[in-house]
């Protein structure tokens, strides 16, 4: 009887700038001078903006809103290896990632104070989804829209983020499939930040890595250092030239850790270790960055300073813009779900606007 071996499979890890800031000359993707100091003004104009927004909440000047803090590493890298024509699917802890591909400062403060307006767009081609706080829908969205895309002829990919919690969703198998068994041009991003609200990683799944998960798809898998923004700009190229080719969709797992509280209504000392969050900090990525740049002589204490007081500027421009609105459209949320009129989502708006009229708006 046969017993044989009939399929073997591995996973790599990529690092190419490690905790203490030295790149790995072998792996470095060698971008200009001005990409890395490009990369590192959106990290920090991330985590600026991200900060603000903690203490704007604390003082009851915004809704809740899940940090982002110690995730730029990620999302930034992947938007900047994307072209504009590609489509960017993301789920909530994409902040600096949409801010790169064009959304407004303002607009994630709109969002996270409980108004539709922060979903709309400055320009229709941005091809950026809205945040979404449904768990794994951006899987099938992206598979959808990388099918079309190249059903339409156009030169475009679609690329699509999920937490580690996400992968336990039925859509991130659905999509996974979908895009491989299509050879959708896609690119599948795991944005492994060890919990899932008070959820370990361990607990969600007994894989040793949440990239194998591609190998039950046919599509490469590769986990990559998610605190080191060259080797998800490394990784991300390689995934978006393979979709492209027209050779099928990628799934990156990237190994990173959420610093901060779920959302600002969760407490994380309820459920972890400060040692382990100490840990953490001391991988974060723009330390590391920060680091890299010295050594090269890109960076120094004026630059940074400099930098400081112009970030802060930009993004107390846009809480000054935010607070001055009063226009905001309580029913917002029922004018553009669907492109065009809809009879359900009539029926669901004229029952909203005449229970505001009878309850009051917040009856
Ligand atoms: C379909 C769906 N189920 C459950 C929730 C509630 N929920 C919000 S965030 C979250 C955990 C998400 O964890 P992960 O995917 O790891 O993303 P992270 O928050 O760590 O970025 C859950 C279960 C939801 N928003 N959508
Ligand atoms: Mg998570």
């Given at each position: 009887m046969p017993n044989k071996e009939v399929a073997k499979f591995s996973v790599s890890y990529l690092q190419v700038l490690n905790e203490n800031g030295k790149v790995d000359a072998k792996l470095d993707p060698k971008l200009s001078d001005e990409q890395l100091l490009e990369m590192h003004r959106w990290m920090r104009l991330a985590r600026e903006l991200d900060e603000r927004m903690l203490k704007l909440q604390r003082q009851g000047r915004l809704g809740t809103f899940p940090p982002n803090t110690g995730q730029e590493a990620i999302s930034i890298p992947a938007a900047l290896a994307m072209q504009k024509n590609d489509w960017f699917a993301g789920a909530f802890r994409e902040l600096g990632g949409r801010l790169v591909r064009g959304e407004p400062l303002t607009s994630t403060l709109y969002y996270y104070n409980g108004w539709e307006e922060g979903n709309i767009l400055p320009d229709d081609d941005l091809r950026l989804l809205p945040t979404s706080v449904?768990?794994?829908?951006q899987f099938p969205q992206a598979a959808g829209l990388a099918y079309a895309s190249r059903y339409k002829g156009e030169d475009a990919a679609a690329v699509a983020f999920i937490g580690d919690g996400g992968t336990s969703e039925g859509d991130f198998h659905e999509g996974l499939n979908f895009a491989a068994a299509w050879k959708a041009p896609a690119v599948f991003v795991v944005?492994?930040?060890?919990?899932?609200i008070s959820i370990p990683r361990s607990d969600q799944?007994?894989?040793?890595?949440?990239?194998?998960?591609?190998i039950a798809y046919g599509i490469p898998g590769v986990q990559v250092d998610g605190n080191d923004p060259l080797a998800v700009h490394v990784a991300m190229t390689e995934a978006l030239a393979r979709a492209r080719r027209g050779d099928g969709p990628t799934l990156i797992e990237a190994v990173t850790y959420?610093?901060?509280?779920?959302?600002?209504?969760?407490?994380p000392t309820k459920y972890r270790g400060k040692e382990e969050e100490e840990l953490a900090w001391t991988k974060e990525p723009l330390v590391r960055f920060d680091k890299y740049l010295r050594a090269k002589k890109l960076w120094n204490d004026a630059k940074e300073e400099a930098l400081k007081a112009e970030l802060k500027a930009e993004v107390e421009a846009a809480v000054k813009e935010f607070e001055a609105r009063?226009?905001?459209?309580?029913?917002?949320?029922?004018?553009?779900?669907?492109?065009t009129e809809h009879e359900e989502i009539k029926r669901q708006h004229q029952d909203y606007l005449e229970n505001v009229k009878r309850e009051g708006a917040n009856g």
């Open positions: 449904v768990i794994g829908c944005q492994n930040n060890q919990w899932a799944t007994p894989s040793a890595t949440l990239a194998q998960k591609a959420r610093l901060m509280m779920h959302t600002t209504a969760d407490d009063d226009d905001f459209q309580m029913d917002a949320p029922f004018l553009n779900v669907y492109g």
